[in-house]
């Protein structure tokens, strides 16, 4: 499998996925632009994607799906609840290319398998997805306010997992950017992960054979990547579990297109 976010964070999220014939988006909350030049980066051509799945309805997860979708021709998969959610923001989807699963309930889009599980988030049904290509999967689990023992359980044994680490709860609280309301909806338990919360949920996972995991949708004003990191490995090492060893931790970049991960 090839896993690429190509952007992960607060202001627009979007990873590219193939199992070397299927190539599919999860999410599109970029401009088409931005997205279609962050695929070129990599050698993907748009117009080859089999389609795009949908997480939820916010914005910096659908921005440009319907744009891409009537340019390329490609399917958008999402849930009823995330449809209703983003019907104006896609606008009209051509016949065919509108389709929707049921969360829990895997399905195909062409040789990739997928699982969609729900997440807690303040979204209409919002959901992660661990995606097949024979044994092995990739997930993504972000836009979480906190790791749900079911959550735990869809993503074990996943070869590598795109997994949220927000935002540092001091650099939120001192913001004076963002209000009190605002602040309490992030760090409530339909917010975001914070990076200590990330953290216990990467010891779970390594309890659960995950040995690879990205950290993603950082905040580009309540976090740092270094303090994402620092954070998680620092509470690995306490919990016993060896980075680089036990675990490997890498970085989905909100302003520049990530790394091209080969799993095989």
Same mark, same amino acid.
């Given at each position: 499998?090839?896993?690429?976010?190509?952007?992960?964070?607060?202001?627009?999220?979007?990873?590219?996925?193939?199992? *070397?014939?299927?190539?599919?988006?999860?999410?599109?909350?970029?401009?088409?632009?931005?997205?279609?030049?962050?695929?070129?980066?990599?050698?993907?051509?748009?117009?080859?994607?089999?389609?795009?799945?949908?997480?939820?309805?916010?914005?910096?997860?659908?921005?440009?799906? *319907?744009?891409?979708?009537?340019?390329?021709?490609?399917?958008?998969?999402?849930?009823?609840?995330?449809?209703?959610?983003?019907?104006?923001?896609?606008?009209?989807?051509?016949?065919?290319?509108?389709?929707?699963?049921?969360?829990?309930?895997?399905?195909?889009?062409? *040789?990739?398998?997928?699982?969609?599980?729900?997440?807690?988030?303040?979204?209409?049904?919002?959901?992660?997805?661990?995606?097949?290509?024979?044994?092995?999967?990739?997930?993504?689990?972000?836009?979480?306010?906190?790791?749900?023992?079911?959550?735990?359980?869809?993503?074990?044994?996943?070869?590598?997992?795109?997994?949220?680490?927000?935002?540092?709860?001091?650099?939120?609280?001192?913001?004076?950017?963002?209000?009190?309301?605002?602040?309490?909806?992030?760090?409530?338990?339909?917010?975001?992960?914070?990076?200590?919360?990330?953290?216990?949920?990467?010891?779970?996972?390594?309890?659960?054979?995950?040995?690879?995991?990205?950290?993603?949708?950082?905040?580009?004003?309540?976090?740092? +990547?270094?303090?994402?990191?620092?954070?998680?490995?620092?509470?690995?090492?306490?919990?016993?579990?060896? +980075?680089?060893?036990?675990?490997?931790?890498?970085?989905?970049?909100?302003?520049?297109?990530?790394?091209?991960?080969?799993?095989?």
């Amino acid at each position: 499998m090839i896993f690429c976010p190509l952007y992960s964070g607060s202001s627009g999220n979007c990873a590219y996925l193939s199992d *070397g014939e299927t190539g599919i988006l999860i999410d599109a909350g970029l401009s088409g632009k931005q997205i279609t030049d962050a695929l070129n980066l990599i050698g993907v051509l748009p117009e080859s994607l089999a389609g795009i799945v949908i997480t939820h309805e916010h914005s910096d997860h659908v921005k440009s799906a *319907g744009i891409l979708s009537r340019r390329y021709h490609l399917p958008i998969y999402a849930n009823e609840g995330t449809w209703q959610g983003m019907a104006k923001q896609v606008g009209v989807i051509p016949p065919g290319l509108g389709r929707t699963f049921e969360t829990g309930r895997d399905f195909y889009v062409d *040789g990739l398998a997928v699982h969609p599980f729900a997440i807690p988030h303040d979204a209409n049904d919002p959901v992660g997805f661990r995606v097949y290509a024979g044994a092995r999967s990739v997930a993504t689990a972000t836009d979480m306010g906190y790791v749900r023992k079911e959550v735990l359980e869809d993503l074990r044994g996943a070869d590598m997992v795109l997994f949220e680490s927000n935002h540092d709860p001091e650099m939120l609280m001192h913001n004076p950017h963002y209000s009190s309301t605002l602040k309490q909806r992030i760090l409530g338990r339909h917010g975001h992960l914070s990076n200590e919360a990330c953290g216990k949920g990467i010891c779970a996972l390594a309890e659960r054979d995950v040995r690879h995991v990205v950290l993603g949708h950082l905040s580009g004003e309540n976090n740092t +990547p270094e303090l994402a990191m620092d954070t998680s490995l620092k509470i690995l090492t306490q919990a016993g579990i060896t +980075p680089n060893q036990d675990v490997n931790l890498y970085m989905a970049w909100r302003d520049h297109v990530g790394q091209v991960y080969t799993i095989s």
